[in-house]
C-alpha cells in the first residue's frame, strides 16, 4: 500500500518500516522455513516471486505490510536487514471500504520471541490501522497448532467468532472501541509515527 511507503513506526522494542526490495532476500530465507510456512499458511515461493510480491504489496491498495526491526540490534548496527526479525500485514476484502481488516503477524527470528515484540508490533500495527486507515474491526485467522498466537490475540481482547477444520484455523475478531483504543496507548507506552509529512507522537503521562 502506498500510504506507508515512507512510513516508519518506532516504541520501546521494535520498529516498523516499509518492505523495500532490499529486505527480500533474507525474507525468503525465512520462508524456506517449513515451520513458517505452516504457522502462516504460506506456500514457498521463488525468489524471483518473492520480488514480485514485494513489488505488489507496495501497489495493491487491500493490503498493507510492515518489516519488524529489533530496535535494539538497529541502534547498535545501524542496519535494517541484521535487524529485521519479521511482518506484520493488514489485508482489506475492500479498499473503498476499510471498515474490516485482516490482521498477520509473524516473528521468523528465534531470538526475537518471547520478548513481546510480536505484541508491541501488533499493537502499532492496530493503532496506525485505527489512525490513518479508519478501521473500525480486526480479525485474525490462527493455524490450529499456534498457541501462543491464539492467547496473545486472546490477552488483546479478541474472541473467537469461527473454526475451519478444513484449513485447521481458528477465526478471532475484536471491534475496535474508544476503551480499547485507551487500552492499547497504556500498553505501548510512547511511540511515534513518522513519515515524509507527518510525524506524530504518543505519550502516555
Not at 522494542?13 to 517449513?34: A, F, G, N, T
Request: include cysteine; proline fraction near 1%; charged fraction near 30%.
Amino acid at each position: 500500500m502506498l500510504i506507508n511507503k515512507y512510513t516508519i513506526i518506532q516504541c520501546q522494542r521494535v520498529i516498523l518500516v516499509p518492505y523495500k526490495k532490499e529486505h527480500v532476500l533474507k525474507y525468503h530465507e525465512w520462508m524456506k522455513s517449513e515451520s513458517l510456512q505452516q504457522l502462516t499458511a504460506s506456500e514457498p515461493l521463488t525468489l524471483e516471486e518473492e520480488y514480485e510480491m514485494q513489488k505488489s504489496w507496495l501497489r495493491d491498495e487491500n493490503k498493507l505490510t510492515f518489516i519488524i526491526l529489533d530496535k535494539a540490534k538497529y541502534e547498535e548496527t545501524q542496519n535494517e536487514i541484521d535487524s529485521m526479525i519479521g511482518d506484520t500485514n493488514l489485508f482489506f476484502a475492500n479498499a473503498d471500504d476499510r471498515i474490516c481488516a485482516e490482521a498477520e503477524i509473524m516473528i521468523a527470528e528465534e531470538w526475537a520471541r518471547k520478548r513481546k515484540c510480536g505484541w508491541e508490533a501488533t499493537l502499532l500495527m492496530f493503532m496506525y490501522g485505527i489512525d490513518y486507515l479508519g478501521v473500525k474491526q480486526y480479525i485474525v485467522k490462527i493455524s490450529y497448532q499456534n498457541d501462543i498466537s491464539i492467547k496473545m490475540f486472546n490477552d488483546m481482547g479478541f474472541v473467537e467468532v469461527g473454526r475451519s477444520d478444513v484449513f485447521q484455523e481458528v477465526t478471532l475478531s475484536k471491534l475496535v472501541d474508544d476503551m480499547w483504543i485507551e487500552w492499547i496507548k497504556q500498553s505501548l507506552g510512547h511511540f511515534k509515527v513518522i513519515d515524509k509529512n507527518i510525524e506524530k507522537e504518543n505519550k502516555v503521562v
